[in-house]
């Protein structure tokens, strides 16, 4: 990756630990290309969508918001007693792939869906399935995917 890229990365910190690993090893990953980033929190999973679309409907005005050439959407999501759990894993990743097909954007998909703690516990840490430095390796390598087909004008 020739340019710096410039990250927006949107957390949910429902599960406080798991969040702290995920972010934990996405800041590592980016430290070590040299992207800049912002973090936004959202209150669960199901709102990582909306605001990454809120992000990317902000570019209608260049002069007043910095764009960003990825994102990570960062979640969690252990199931429960209820359907709760289904309706939240699917639509979340359903919105955020739906932002991929229509916009095109480079997203690393950060978003846990187990059925107890130490599962997502052993998928947020960084020396077991590291799925938070894989989101931002995915975020990275889209935007470098983006850039030989000369989508951003950088």
Same mark, same amino acid.
């Given at each position: /990756?020739?340019d710096?890229?410039?990250? /927006?990365? %949107?957390e ?13 090893s ?6 070590? %290309?040299?992207a ?5 929190? %959202?209150?669960g ?16 005005y260049p002069?007043e918001?910095?764009r ?12 429960g007693e ?10 979340s ?16 998909y ?6 107890n ?5 052993? @998928?947020?840490? @960084? ?9 931002? @390796? ?8 983006? @850039? ?7």
């Open positions: /990756m020739t710096t890229p410039h990250i /927006m990365i %949107v949910s910190p429902y599960y406080k630990e798991i969040a702290d690993r995920m972010i934990e996405v800041l590592i990953e980016l430290k070590e %290309v040299g800049t980033y912002e973090r936004f929190e %959202v209150p999973t199901f709102e990582l969508p909306g605001a990454i679309r809120m992000a990317i409907e902000s570019y209608k002069s918001r910095k960003f050439d990825g994102y990570i959407a960062l979640g969690c999501v252990i199931r209820t359907s709760h759990y289904d309706y939240v894993c699917n639509e990743a359903r919105g955020l792939n739906d932002l991929v097909l229509k916009y095109g954007i480079a997203l690393g950060g978003v846990l869906t187990t059925e703690g130490d599962q997502a516990l052993a @998928r947020a840490s @960084r020396d077991n399935h590291d799925r938070g430095g894989a989101a931002a @390796r995915a975020c990275l390598a889209m935007i470098d995917l983006k @850039r030989k087909f000369n989508l951003y004008p950088r």
